[in-house]
């Protein structure tokens, strides 16, 4: 039986522990043999699937299910895919839904997205289904602890998948699981783990990163047991309306970043490295990806010489762990502070440098997207750039100062400006093996930039 993957990520959901065999297991699509004889089937777990398109058959098929199979044996899912957003949950859930629909999806703005989302959840599942499990459960059930958690969400199904409960959801409060079906994510998802655990350790950090609450492993997975943080994305709230024509609340969230990064900071100790040495990996990562364009080999080699011209009498940096995705869709903004969540791409023993430069900028960016320029990242880099804007200009002033803290002078903003380009560049190449859009905006801006600075 070969799974689709939104297939695996529903069965994970429906048998957390992998109590049953894949033979257990009776995947039934709309259009195949839908026998209503279900006793015929009590050696099999069976999932029938419905697509959008289906809605009447599943209503029916719903109906005879509850009237042929004990209440006890059947489940009801839907399946919604929400913008990156997309989620798994029993159909007796709405409330849950409408309340994580609140908490972490985004603020509806045009007329037809608002009366889209108050469409019942029956209507927008991309598929719906329904679970009818076998008669006896298997003996080799060790615990129910996973069990109680039936709310899945994800933006990359091949990827992390959250599950909660919907009590947690409606409360505010409560645990959150980790997991993955992909046994090539679940070393980067122990990593994480490791991460933030490790982080967390400091007092400073405490509220500021998730809090592990444990660790579960079975023969197939690792599930990672956090505490629930209830709040909104930065990205979602520097885009409303309300921020966008207040620029001083878009400034006080770049400060709020700041005091972020400077408790962040704080906790690493130790030794000093040379600039040179900690933008090693950079050069060499880039020079690997981008060997065949001469320009960008150029704009490279110049870059090694002006840095290790300007970090001739630097003392060096303490290495960091460095997060490499703090953009505001990895902040939640709580009553008490800001939280950074997705740790898996965190490399330790680099510079502090880059992660600080995409935090603000790429806020300063998400505000410059809210106040109704075009969602790209190259024009409202560009817009950032010229410093007209009164929070592109407090931005820049961010930035001066966080490199006068590290002992640089402005004259050499333009060059750590380059080397931010490059280290964007090679982000998706790096943790994700391939190049993606953001990759290609990041090169583009890097070469008009070092033309302009004479670079190139």
Known sequence: MELRQIEKNLLLLLDPYGEFPKEAW?????????????????????????????????????????????????????????????????????????????????????????????????????????????????????????????????????????????????????????????PAYNHTLLEEAETVGAINQHAEMKKRVPSIFKQLNTAERSFIVEEYVKGRTLREILRTPQVCRNTQLTKNYIDKLTDWFSAYRSIF???????????????????????????????????????????????????????NDLWPGNFLVTKQDIIAIDWERATPDRSEIFDYFWMII?????????????????????????????????????LNDFMKKIGFRNKNFSLFMQLFLLEWSVQGQTALGRKTDMDDIAIKELKKYSQKMGTN
């Open 26 to 182: 009776h995947i039934v699509h709309k259009g195949e043999d839908f026998s209503t004889n279900f006793d015929t089937l009590t050696d099999s777990n069976i999932v029938y699937i419905f697509d959008r398109h289906h809605i009447l058959h599943y209503l029916f098929f719903s109906f005879i299910a509850s009237m042929k199979v004990p209440r006890n044996r059947v489940k009801n899912f839907y399946y919604l895919q929400d913008g990156l957003m997309a989620m798994i949950f029993p159909s007796k859930h709405g409330k849950a839904y409408l309340q994580f629909a609140k908490n972490h999806l985004p603020v509806r703005i045009s007329l037809s997205a608002k009366i889209k989302s108050i469409l019942p959840a029956i209507i927008k599942a991309e598929e719906r289904y329904i679970f009818v499990r076998k008669n006896k459960k298997n003996k080799q059930a060790k615990s129910d602890f996973l069990n109680k958690f039936e709310f899945m969400f994800f933006s990359n199904p091949t990827g992390k998948l959250l599950v909660t409960t919907s009590e947690t959801l409606l409360k505010g409060e409560g645990l959150i699981v980790k997991t993955t079906v992909n």
């Open 362 to 398: 790429s806020a300063t960016m998400e505000y410059l997207i809210g106040t109704g320029h075009k969602e790209n990242y190259s024009t409202c880099f560009r817009i950032f750039l010229q410093a007209e804007d009164p929070v592109c200009s407090y931005t820049y002033s961010k």
């Open 269 to 323: 100790k130790g030794k000093l490295r040379t600039i040179s040495e900690l933008y090693t990996p950079l050069f060499n990562n880039s020079n690997k990806f981008y060997h065949n364009d001469s320009l960008v080999i150029t704009i490279i080699n110049n870059l090694q010489k002006k840095l290790k011209v300007a970090t001739t009498d630097h003392p060096g940096l303490t290495p960091i762990i460095a997060h």
